[in-house]
């Protein structure tokens, strides 16, 4: 078999995407997936040979690199100045690219991951909450339908333990889940882009009427850029920080854009997307608010900021 078969776009496309789900960051999928790729070319030829199905031994390594890096980032967040949230992800669908270039065709991981339910903020910011070997097992088996004997090779465990990994998890999504239904996206949509009206109009008690009274604001900073440390709980609190910030942002520019899959909004400054935000909708209100100001966390979206499609 020749080596360069291996790497395949299908292949590396469904790496990024098992990568990003585990690890909630594209620059880190994509540097996990390079290692998988550098340890096969590192192997003997003979042992390549050897290996029956290339693509299967390319997500046990990535997986395990994955889970090394998952136990960790736990240390890094603790040492994390203020909440950590997820890498969002823009919809190149959605973007006018400068000179007409075409990210994917600069092979962008961003651009790879396909924008499902499993993707959505609210999914990942569960998934943190899972032990990395829970995480690993739910991901690949419900996810990606692994079965648990190739989960096994990646968590060195028995099939059996992988299954109640799996199922711990699943109890863990099940409890974090809204007991009311989630909005349609079109609904979504709407709900959204009155936010972004009473916000622009600096109206609070516009924002509080699309707001939950439990609604919940959760800022990720990085301690790069201003922005508060804790959750912000509460309509009127979060109505009112929210127009402080319009007070404060002079010549802001508020976008309605996919973010994860889901309508979100996208602020930019002087032609730089400076904060992401996405949304959860139950029953016509919004119940939470994930807020990404983390330069670093930005880089997917820094392309997608020269020129946009026509409001």
């Avoid at 648990?148 to 465990?157: G, M, P, S």
């Avoid at 989630?182 to 009473?198: F, I, L, M």
């Avoid at 909004?265 to 990404?292: K, P, Q």
């Amino acid at each position: 078999m020749e080596t360069s078969a291996v790497e395949t776009t299908g292949d590396r496309r469904q790496l990024i995407n098992v990568a990003y789900r585990l690890l909630g960051s594209v620059t880190e999928a994509e540097d996990a997936v390079q290692d998988a790729y550098a340890r096969w070319y590192a192997l003997p030829q003979s042992r390549r040979e050897e290996i029956r199905s290339p693509t299967a031994w390319l997500t046990t390594v990535t997986g395990r690199i994955c889970l090394d890096l998952l136990g960790s980032a736990r240390a890094r967040r603790e040492r994390y100045v203020g909440a950590w949230l997820p890498e969002p992800l823009p919809d190149r669908a959605e973007w006018h690219h400068a000179g007409g270039t075409d990210s994917a065709a600069l092979g962008d991981p961003a651009d790879q991951v396909v924008l499902d339910e499993s993707v959505t903020t609210a999914f990942l910011v569960v998934l943190e909450s899972m032990t990395p070997a829970e995480r690993v097992a739910f991901v690949l088996h419900d996810v990606f339908r692994y079965p648990f004997a190739d989960i096994a090779d990646v968590l060195r465990r028995t099939p059996a333990a992988c299954k109640q990994l799996a199922a711990s998890a699943r109890k863990r999504v099940s409890l974090a889940a809204t007991p009311a239904t989630p909005a349609r996206t079109a609904d979504q949509a709407e709900v959204v882009r009155r936010v972004k009206e009473a916000w622009e109009s600096k109206d609070v008690a516009a924002l509080v009427g699309v707001l939950d009274p439990a609604a919940v604001m959760t800022a990720d900073g990085g301690g790069m850029v201003g922005t508060v440390l804790r959750p912000i709980e509460g309509d009127a609190r979060i109505a009112q920080y929210m127009v402080a910030i319009a007070d404060k942002a002079a010549g802001l520019e508020l976008l309605e854009r996919s973010v994860n899959g889901a309508p979100g909004l996208v602020a930019r400054h002087a032609g730089v997307v400076v904060t992401v935000a996405s949304f959860e909708v139950v029953d016509g209100n919004v119940t939470r608010i994930w807020v990404v100001r983390n330069p670093e966390k930005l880089r997917p979206w820094i392309t997608y900021g020269e020129e946009d499609v026509d409001e």
